[in-house]
């Protein structure tokens, strides 16, 4: 096998050279090459009102991918919760890495956990799934919280609670710990209070479709089980028709009985921002032997929040 460097393709973002780096590591690991990061910049990256317009990350994963289409790098690395659900023609996620936490987490002032933030505190948070399970949870147990729209990066968000706009913000888990900030962490939001997005904390590795050796050396890198439930997971936000930026929280995961894995559970929740109506339902069946069972197992819930409504919770951004 060739010596060759390897081309990464990644955003400039903290985020994305962080989660770049740590899988170019793995990847020359089990190809035994080296590999080169190539800076993808777009005009999202020096934009922001830009951004907000043309909405969210999508501008970034058609530039990786483009310039894999191109043949100008070799791979790319993606969040995959920020990954549009359908493949498109040409590429292959040749890779989706054992996942990190799922949880979303609070970084608030003075250490401050959820439930101990005080009467009108103020969280930041651009996302509707987040401020629709925030605000669900707070009117189920009589707490007094304002979701406070914010864009921008780790950096610019945390900003925010240092300099004393927000009491709170709301961030994934797993970004933080690969960007190294996992100790600015107050409080873990348990799944039960807030699902995560589809796919969230786990990353996908995409490269072009003929590159067959290529796919097999990043294979190694693969984790079925992740795999499988981001798989069941993006099958039920794709048919609940919603996008990435929609109000949909999801997440599977294992149910064992001692050591002895028995079943999938695949829970998922839709809601309106304001946390006054949610469809919330979980299913479970057979761990899925292959990705067809996962995404029906996806399907079958999609159907069953949409038989109670959960189509009509979504439609506040959309249209
Ligand atoms: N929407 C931005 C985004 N995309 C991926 C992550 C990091 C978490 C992950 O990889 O799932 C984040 C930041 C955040 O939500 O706090």
């Known amino acids: 096998m060739s010596t060759k460097a390897l081309r990464l393709g990644t955003r400039r ?42 909405g969210g990350t999508g501008v970034f994963v ?23 659900t359908g493949q498109p023609e040409g590429l292959v996620l040749a890779a989706v890495p054992e996942r990190e936490d799922p949880r979303d987490v609070l970084v608030a002032r003075d250490a ?11 969280i930041g948070t651009g996302s509707p799934r987040r401020m ?9 147990h009589g707490l007094d919280i304002e979701t406070v729209p914010i864009r921008g990066n780790v950096d610019t968000r945390i900003g925010y609670v240092r300099d004393g706009e927000l009491d709170a913000v709301v961030l994934a888990a797993a970004g933080l710990n690969r960007m190294g900030r996992g100790d600015e962490v107050t409080d873990f939001l348990s799944v039960d209070t807030v699902l995560p997005a589809p ?11 003929h590159q067959a050796d290529l796919i097999a050396a990043l294979g190694e890198l693969d984790d079925p089980f992740t795999r499988a439930a981001v798989t069941a997971e993006r099958s039920l936000l794709a048919a609940l028709e919603a996008g990435c930026s929609a ?8 149910l064992a009985d001692g050591q002895i894995v028995k ?23 057979p761990v899925p032997e292959t990705y067809d069972r996962a995404m029906a197992l996806g399907r079958e819930l999609a159907a069953e929040m949409l038989a109670q409504g959960a189509a009509g919770l979504m439609g506040e951004r959309a249209l």
């Open 13 to 54: 973002s903290k985020l994305a050279m962080a989660q770049s780096g740590q899988v170019a590591d793995a990847v020359s690991q089990v190809t035994g090459r080296p590999v080169e990061l190539v800076e993808i910049t777009t005009y999202g990256d020096t934009s922001r009102e830009h951004l907000a317009q043309i």
């Open 62 to 84: 058609t530039a990786l991918r483009d310039a894999l289409l191109r043949g100008e790098v070799d791979f790319a690395v993606h969040s995959l919760k920020d990954l549009p």
């Open 112 to 122: 401050l956990k959820f439930t101990d933030l005080p009467r009108g505190a103020r």
């Open 132 to 140: 629709a399970q925030l605000n669900a949870y707070a009117r189920g």
């Open 199 to 209: 796919g969230q904390g786990a990353l996908a590795i995409e490269c072009a479709a």
């Open 247 to 254: 109000p949909v929280g999801a997440l599977a995961d294992l």
């Open 263 to 285: 079943e999938m559970r695949l829970r998922g929740v839709v809601g309106t921002t304001d946390g006054s109506r949610t469809v919330q339902l979980s299913t479970t069946g």
